[in-house]
Structure formats: C-alpha cells, structure tokens
C-alpha cells in the first residue's frame, strides 16, 4: 500500500478558526457579458480568488479580455489568479499562477513572479503530490475533483477526510474543487477545506450573485 491508498479515517475535521471562502474559476467564454456578470456575483457575496482559466485563446487576446476582469477584482479586494501560465500572469501582474502537475515548478514560477505572489498547486487525491507542492513553496494546495463535473472531468475523486488529513497536519490551505455546489459543499466545509473552488454552481445559473449568496450562507454555519 502506497500512501495515498493509506486510511484516512483517523484525521478527524480540524477545529475552524477562519470561515471556508468561494474561490471563483471562469468559465471559458470571457467575452460579451461575461464582465457584467461577474461584477454581479461579487457583490453577492464574499468571494476570495477568481482564476482566469480560459483553454486556447490567443495570450494576447487573452489579456485583452483579462483587463476588465482584472479590475472588477481589484475594485472588489478579490485575488486575480490565472492558470496553467506563468507567463501570462507576469504579464499582467496577476496576483499570482495555478500550476497544473504539467505546467511548471512551483520554484521556478516564484522565482519569476516574486515573492508576494499566490502560487497553487493542482494534486488531485495524492498526499505524496501535495506535500512535494508544500516543500516547494506552494501557497496553496487543490485537491479534486470530489464530484462529477463537466467543467474538467477528472478520475481523481479524493475523499473529504482527505482534507481533514492536510488540514490536521500542515498550515498552508487547501482547496476543494470538481463538481461542487451549495447542495454537496457542506461535507467538504466540514472536513476542513480553506476554500471551494467553483466555476458552473456559478456561472452556469441565471443568478450569478444569487447563487454565491448561497455559498456565503453555507460558509458563515
């Protein structure tokens, strides 16, 4: 038996000293109304981070449509993070990169974005993957997906003690991500995420703002 396959079960939830907070993923389509809409889900509620993830478009036309999106977060006190690039986010001066296990050392990314920025670190269901992010210097740690999701389907399906585990353990936070909504986020909150990432449970509804005031309501039991 290999760690990850090791019982978890004996990692009871940490006690919560902070509230669990929304970290928002953009859906692929940044264009048209998208600035709008993500003004509106802000003032929904409190939201940490918003992560560009947005699959083969030009890097700049890709900033181009970033600009606006940058500044709502900025005005809003939101973190702007961008995926896979490191590239792009010193670029822009985003506030900091997710890093893919494929997209880069966490190391070299702080090496050229700096010391004050946020560097995450997919590691799917894998303790070994999360703790080589930790001893690099990720900032943070996601794990997923913990339900089915069409956003980015995964056959990596964590258990929530899994985050009770990283949290019992070790201080840089975690994130919960794949196929979460107000419906199933309550396990996850219990078991000691720092953050859940989220990107259809919002942008795929008719009330962006609605549906982050419903996080909220989650996050502040």
Known sequence: MNEDDA???????????????????????????????????????????????????????????????????????????????????????????????????????????????????????SRHLAMEAGEAGADYVAFGAFYDTMTKPSEHRPDPAMLSWWASLFEIPCVAIGGITPGNAAPLVAAGADFIAVCNAVWGRDDPAGEVAKFAELFAV
């Open 7 to 125: 019982d978890l079960s004996a990692f009871v939830p940490p006690v919560r000293t902070d509230p669990c907070q929304l970290y928002l993923i953009s859906p692929q389509d940044i264009g048209g109304s998208f600035p709008d809409r993500l003004k509106a889900a802000l003032a929904g509620g409190p939201v940490a981070a918003f992560q560009l993830r947005v699959k083969g478009v030009d890097q700049h036309e890709l900033a181009r449509l970033a600009e606006p999106l940058q500044r709502i977060c900025a005005d809003a006190d939101v973190a702007f993070i961008v995926n896979d690039s490191v590239s792009l986010a010193k670029r822009l001066a985003a506030d900091g990169v997710h890093l893919g296990q494929g997209d880069g050392d966490p190391r070299e990314a702080r090496a050229i974005l700096g010391p004050s920025k946020q560097i995450g670190v997919t590691c799917h269901a």
